[in-house]
């Protein structure tokens, strides 16, 4: 989408359209108070993550390609049909290499939500590539929405467009930016199994309230949620 035809989808001064070096279109949110988020159409990926005073809170990799269809190591891509290497695609899925669009006529935010919040709907649908390595029918919608005091959220849906039931995984792999790692607290994970990859993928039962960092720990770990 061109600047021409941001005026269409434009939010108030809250959302600004543009194009990157690669001509990639791409989606900057700001806050009444100055926070930002810039998403790229390239993955759907939410790109940088500001607070008010500038600071940034997403880490991206500074050897980082961003041409498509090269996946981005950085701010937040989206692992869909599947995360990791747990099935026959390439490692988390194919929507991150691909190319999104923003939806023209998303559904509104309910009205308790709305004030002052800058957001904007992607859509990703499957290609005729797509149905080549993976033959199901989808519609994957992800709202990204920036509120008055900075904080970043975003909200997915997946819908079937064909009769045909399948299965699938879904992530939103996220970078973070640290400082301090040992400050570092993960919680609300207490009771869930996970994979261990450095224990050959053993099933595991977490046991603890909150997860806490030493050091560098190159132990990707896969939780299960059930979601009805």
Not at 37 to 58: C, D, F, I, P, Y
Not at 90 to 104: P, S, V
Not at 194 to 213: I, M, S, V
Request: charged residues 25%; hydrophobic residues 35%; contains cysteine.
């Amino acid at each position: 989408m061109d600047h021409s035809s941001a005026d269409e989808i434009q939010r108030g001064a809250a959302v600004e359209i543009g194009k990157d070096e690669y001509g990639i279109s791409q989606v900057l949110l700001r806050s009444p108070r100055g926070a930002s988020t810039r998403v790229s159409l390239h993955g759907g990926q939410v790109r940088s993550w500001k607070t008010e005073r500038g600071e940034e809170l997403l880490f991206s990799s500074i050897k980082a390609n961003l041409k498509p269809p090269a996946a981005v190591r950085g701010g937040i891509p989206i692992c869909f049909p599947q995360f990791g290497k747990r099935g026959s695609l390439e490692q988390h899925g194919f929507a991150r290499n691909r190319i999104w669009t923003i939806e023209e006529n998303p559904p509104p935010l309910a009205s308790t939500d709305s004030s002052n919040k800058a957001f904007i709907d992607l859509l990703l649908k499957s290609s005729d590539d797509d149905l080549k390595t993976w033959p199901h029918g989808y519609e994957l919608r992800v709202r990204v929405i920036l509120s008055v005091d900075g904080s970043l959220s975003l909200v997915s849906r997946i819908r079937n467009v064909n009769s045909k039931p399948f299965s699938f995984s879904f992530a939103y792999r996220t970078y973070l930016s640290v400082s301090d790692i040992s400050e570092v607290r993960v919680e609300g994970l207490e009771t869930l199994d996970y994979l261990d990859n450095l224990c050959n993928r053993e099933r595991f039962t977490e046991q603890g309230d909150a997860l806490t960092f030493e050091s560098e720990v190159p132990r990707p770990i896969f939780f299960f949620f059930s979601f009805s």
